[in-house]
């Protein structure tokens, strides 16, 4: 039974081994990565409707951007029809990837996620295009702070544009989640770990058959 059950956790233990290299080797195995706008007063742009873009140049600090917030206020709209456009342009102003938030599913006052799950490119810029469209009034108002105290690292050395406008000192209130790879030597923790539930189940599992086998 000893010799059996040492036999399985081997075959189990090189299994799990081979599973984290093939992981390793595709980058399936990743950790989530944040950078968020610092504290600041915050102030608001008060119309993305109508043709009123904003935008916002950043430079990624990874290569798989998974999501991007902003904060939004959507109190006192009229929120039953249209919806916020939502478009990131690379340096050659086209579309990496585009989506439609419906006013409805905005909320009220707070943060609004928006899933992108893009590939882009370390070190290269990209535009973030906000824009209202098809709303019966000016839509949401879009948070932004003094860039000076609150940017993030993609945003250093940008600032806003509103309606083809410089806003002077500004960047967007906006929070960008990257899923990166894990790193070589996390993986020996995974190993480890699973290893103990391995030798945890085999336990478990033979003293079951001692007490049945007792019986």
């Known amino acids: 039974m000893k010799k059996g059950k040492k036999a399985v956790g081997l075959t189990l233990g090189i299994l799990l081994a081979a599973v984290l290299i093939a992981s390793g080797v595709t980058g399936r195995v990743t950790r989530t990565v944040t950078s968020r706008s610092k504290a600041a007063y915050r102030q608001r742009v008060d119309s993305v409707a109508f043709g009123y873009q904003l935008k ?3 430079v990624p600090q990874h290569e798989r951007l998974e999501a ?6 959507a109190a006192g709209i009229v929120r039953d029809q249209g919806a916020l456009r939502f478009t ?3 340096q050659d102003a086209a579309s990496v990837f585009s989506t439609e938030i419906p006013v409805s599913e905005l909320p009220e006052f707070g943060w609004m996620e928006v899933p992108v799950h ?7 810029i990209y535009t973030l295009v906000l824009e209202s469209v098809g709303c019966a ?3 949401p108002a879009v948070s932004f702070a003094d860039s000076r105290l609150a940017a993030t690292a993609e ?3 940008f600032h806003l544009v509103y309606a083809e406008m410089d806003v002077k000192y500004s960047a967007l209130q906006a929070v960008f989640r990257y899923a990166v790879p894990v ?16 030798l945890l189940f085999l336990h478990r599992t033979s003293v079951r058959s001692g007490g049945n086998a007792g019986r």
């Open 56 to 58: 916002q140049d950043f």
């Open 68 to 73: 991007i917030e902003i904060h939004v206020d």
């Open 88 to 90: 990131i342009l690379d």
């Open 118 to 124: 893009t590939q882009v490119s370390f070190g290269q």
């Open 137 to 139: 009034d000016n839509g």
């Open 155 to 157: 945003q250093q050395g």
């Open 183 to 198: 790193e070589w030597y996390e993986y020996f923790s995974y190993y480890v770990f699973g290893m103990l539930m391995i």
